[in-house]
């Protein structure tokens, strides 16, 4: 091997390039509200306490309920279940007292009439107003009861009705009167027509519930609001109805110039009908405001 040979210097690698921007001060601290929030966690003792709140109440209140708010539900609910059983008590001593009681022949059409205002005052203002009543009442029940016991009151309601309206249209018929010709007749027929189609909505809703209870949870909550809207509308439309029929009855039965001497009769007859209008004002301000708005939320939420 020759000495004076030398060896080729093996290649060094490229020396790499480095970023040369100046680094970041070591201490900068990044902001807090940068930072994306925790996730929400809900611990199982929670779980349950929800679970449990879900199922025993219908309604969740944000409160709790002070003392005087206590005072104002009991007398509310009270002063409405006093005026809801007393205006059908005062109808049917009316009638018995003042009309001849009831009837189903044809030799005494006039006592076949009076089953029309007794059946529709209860139909329209004792039984719907109660039905109306109980999403207020019945607090402390699961919804699913509160429910099946708002149709038992329209399943009470409809038959009288629909009985009320067959008995005036009878009358009617054997008297040789004309249907459907006053302003009273106009408003009860739109009632009775929404009443049929709020009964069938109602049925047609808690059906689904029974059959697919999640699968329908969306769809009937978006019916809430407007079955409830709905209802109210109709119950104020029969509130009208009893009204101008009460004074129809008072103008032809007894007869203007009577009436307006304001006899015992008279005296019942408007009593009669101060009754369903101060039924009217405490179903409507029992259902007011923030609680019906609470329903609808709950409703919303957790649809059942």
Same mark, same amino acid.
């Given at each position: 091997?020759?000495?004076?040979?030398?060896?080729?210097?093996?290649?060094?690698?490229?020396?790499?390039?480095?970023?040369?921007?100046?680094?970041?001060?070591?201490?900068?601290?990044?902001?807090?509200?940068?930072?994306?929030?925790?996730?929400?966690?809900?611990?199982?003792?929670?779980?349950?306490?929800?679970?449990?709140?879900?199922?025993?109440?219908?309604?969740?209140?944000?409160?709790?309920?002070?003392?005087?708010?206590?005072?104002?539900?009991?007398?509310?609910?009270?002063?409405?279940?006093?005026?809801?059983?007393?205006?059908?008590?005062?109808?049917?001593?009316?009638?018995?007292?003042?009309?001849?009681?009831? $009837?189903?022949?044809?030799?005494?059409? =006039?006592?076949?009439?009076? *089953?029309?205002?007794? +059946?529709? %005052? #209860?139909?329209?203002? !004792?039984?719907?107003?109660?039905?109306?009543?109980?999403?207020?009442?019945?607090?402390?029940?699961?919804?699913?009861?509160?429910?099946?016991?708002?149709?038992?009151?329209?399943?009470?309601?409809?038959?009288?009705?629909?009985?009320?309206?067959?008995?005036?249209?009878?009358?009617?018929?054997?008297?040789?009167?004309?249907?459907?010709?006053?302003?009273?007749?106009?408003?009860?027929?739109?009632?009775?027509?929404?009443?049929?189609?709020?009964?069938?909505?109602?049925?047609?809703?808690?059906?689904?519930?029974?059959?697919?209870?999640?699968?329908?949870?969306?769809?009937? $909550?978006?019916?809430?609001?407007?079955? =409830?809207?709905?209802?109210? *509308?109709?119950?104020? +439309?029969? %509130? #009208?109805?009893?009204? !101008?029929?009460?004074?129809?009855?008072?103008?032809?039965?007894?007869?203007?110039?009577?009436?307006?001497?304001?006899?015992?009769?008279?005296?019942?007859?408007?009593?009669?009908?101060?009754?369903?209008?101060?039924?009217?004002?405490?179903?409507?301000?029992?259902?007011?405001?923030?609680?019906?708005?609470?329903?609808?939320?709950?409703?919303?939420?957790?649809?059942?």
């Amino acid at each position: 091997m020759d000495s004076n040979s030398v060896s080729p210097m093996p290649e060094l690698a490229p020396i790499a390039e480095f970023d040369k921007s100046p680094p970041s001060p070591p201490n900068e601290e990044v902001p807090m509200d940068d930072l994306p929030p925790p996730p929400a966690t809900i611990s199982q003792a929670e779980g349950k306490k929800m679970k449990v709140q879900r199922t025993r109440s219908y309604e969740s209140d944000d409160h709790e309920r002070g003392a005087c708010e206590w005072c104002e539900y009991a007398l509310v609910i009270t002063l409405a279940t006093i005026l809801l059983i007393g205006v059908s008590a005062l109808t049917i001593f009316w009638v018995f007292y003042y009309r001849a009681g009831y $009837a189903w022949a044809d030799e005494n059409p =006039a006592k076949q009439f009076n *089953l029309h205002p007794t +059946l529709m %005052v #209860a139909g329209f203002i !004792t039984f719907s107003g109660f039905s109306v009543l109980l999403y207020r009442i019945c607090r402390c029940f699961r919804r699913i009861y509160v429910k099946l016991l708002h149709a038992i009151f329209h399943a009470l309601a409809f038959p009288c009705i629909v009985i009320g309206f067959l008995a005036v249209f009878d009358y009617h018929n054997k008297s040789g009167i004309n249907n459907f010709y006053s302003l009273h007749s106009w408003i009860g027929l739109v009632a009775m027509g929404l009443f049929g189609i709020q009964y069938a909505v109602g049925f047609f809703s808690f059906l689904l519930l029974l059959i697919c209870n999640k699968g329908t949870a969306g769809f009937r $909550a978006s019916l809430v609001p407007v079955h =409830a809207a709905f209802g109210i *509308l109709t119950f104020v +439309l029969g %509130v #009208a109805a009893c009204l !101008t029929g009460l004074t129809e009855k008072a103008l032809f039965d007894i007869g203007a110039e009577k009436y307006s001497s304001l006899t015992e009769e008279s005296i019942v007859v408007n009593a009669i009908g101060m009754s369903i209008v101060a039924v009217a004002v405490v179903v409507l301000f029992t259902v007011r405001g923030t609680g019906g708005y609470r329903l609808r939320k709950v409703a919303a939420q957790h649809p059942s």
